[in-house]
Nanobody, 126 residues
Framework: QVQLVESGGGLVQAGGSLRLSCAAS????????MAWFRQTPGKEREFVAA????????YYADSVKGRFTISRDNAKNLVILQMSSVKPEDTAVYYC???????????????????WGQGTQVTVSS
């Protein structure tokens, strides 16, 4: 079955950097647009970034644009979220996600997601 396993979360000071990884298995990785979402208690899950299955095209939430970078390594079935200049408001559980294969947009909502990881906690201290 499909598994998305996140790693790299933890505690970081404001202004610092953190690198999240998502290892995918059980699917033909290069066929899938990959995304990151995040969620804080009492709030809806929100889109952070996505990278298209065909490579190259990326999209970011305004709140992280210029600070976060999403990338993928199709040979290793990995998607990476490099977080820089982090802020306390970036504190959340971060989820790796994928819509159905060959999804043609990178503007995603939670209802369009087929597969979710279990999440990894990121805490930014001020």
């Amino acid at each position: 079955q499909v598994q998305l396993v996140e790693s790299g979360g933890g505690l970081v000071q404001a202004g610092g950097s953190l690198r999240l990884s998502c290892a995918a298995s059980g699917l033909t990785f290069s066929y899938y647009t990959m995304a990151w979402f995040r969620q804080t208690p009492g709030k809806e899950r929100e889109f952070v970034a996505a990278i298209k299955w065909s490579g190259g095209t990326t999209y970011y939430a305004d709140s992280v644009k210029g600070r976060f970078t999403i990338s993928r390594d199709n040979a290793k079935n990995l998607v990476i979220l490099q977080m820089s200049s982090v802020k306390p408001e970036d504190t959340a559980v971060y989820y790796c996600a994928a819509p159905a294969r060959f999804w043609n947009t990178v503007v995603l909502t939670p209802t369009q997601i087929t597969y979710w990881g279990q999440g990894t906690q990121v805490t930014v201290s001020s």
